[in-house]
T-cell receptor
Framework: DAKTTQPPSMDCAEGRAANLPCNHS???????VYWYRQIHSQGPQYIIH???NNETNEMASLIITEDRKSSTLILPHATLRDTAVYYC?????????????FGKGTHLIIQP | DGGITQSPKYLFRKEGQNVTLSCEQN?????MYWYRQDPGQGLRLIYY???????QKGDIAEGYSVSREKKESFPLTVTSAQKNPTAFYLC????????????FGSGTQLSVL
């Protein structure tokens, strides 16, 4: 699986858009980008994933650059409940059941 | 509601003692996983199971054991051989072929007395 790089922490004001970057410069053509988040003392929660097109669901939007070497997770109107650690993971879809690799992620703090 | 239940929420282990963490799911998922998380760190894979009666070691299996006798259950035993067991333990599950979309339990915090 390709390696990802994320900033260790970010702040965002409540009500503003939170933009979380992820660098994955060694991504392969068949690898997807997955995002999870983990609220303190809870298990991680799946947010969204994509291959090369931008994706949107009820939780967030995922923007992947044309060269696919980086991506941005966007929380359009951040609330205090969005304070969490966000993980960016690159992985071949339909790969083996050998688990995902969760790095340290980005600790997003939403300020009131 | 479907989901994954981990128990207990908090667990204390004495020196030389084995302890077992419970993980039950009613999502009808075939694959199940155990992760360990230390403060400020990511998750590390301990064991995973793709099907009943079969499981594989992850990256840090030493000092741990598992069983998978039922599809719904994947208990983790932290043995006395695990010298640094204090951590947050997370259980997860996924469907066959959808191994990238994991569903997690709420975790068990294990501490050593």
């Amino acid at each position: 699986d390709a390696k990802t790089t994320q900033p260790p922490s970010m702040d965002c004001a409540e009500g503003r858009a939170a933009n979380l970057p992820c660098n994955h410069s060694t991504i392969s053509g068949n690898e997807y980008v997955y995002w999870y988040r983990q609220i303190h003392s809870q298990g991680p929660q799946y947010i969204i994933h994509g291959l090369k097109n931008n994706e949107t669901n009820e939780m967030a939007s995922l923007i992947i650059t044309e060269d696919r070497k980086s991506s941005t997770l966007i929380l359009p109107h951040a609330t205090l409940r969005d304070t969490a650690v966000y993980y960016c993971i690159v992985r071949v879809a339909g790969g083996g059941a050998d688990g995902l690799t969760f790095g340290k992620g980005t600790h997003l703090i939403i300020q009131p | 509601d479907g989901g994954i239940t981990q128990s207990p929420k908090y667990l204390f282990r004495k020196e030389g003692q084995n302890v077992t963490l419970s993980c039950e799911q009613n999502l009808n998922h075939d694959a199940m996983y155990w992760y360990r998380q230390d403060p400020g760190q990511g998750l590390r894979l301990i064991y995973y199971s793709q099907i009943v009666n079969d499981f594989q070691k992850g990256d840090i299996a030493e000092g741990y054991s598992v069983s998978r006798e039922k599809k719904e259950s994947f208990p983790l035993t932290v043995t006395s051989a695990q010298k640094n067991p204090t951590a947050f333990y997370l259980c997860a599950s996924s469907i066959v072929g959808g191994y990238e979309k994991l569903f997690f339990g709420s975790g068990t915090q294990l501490s050593v007395l």
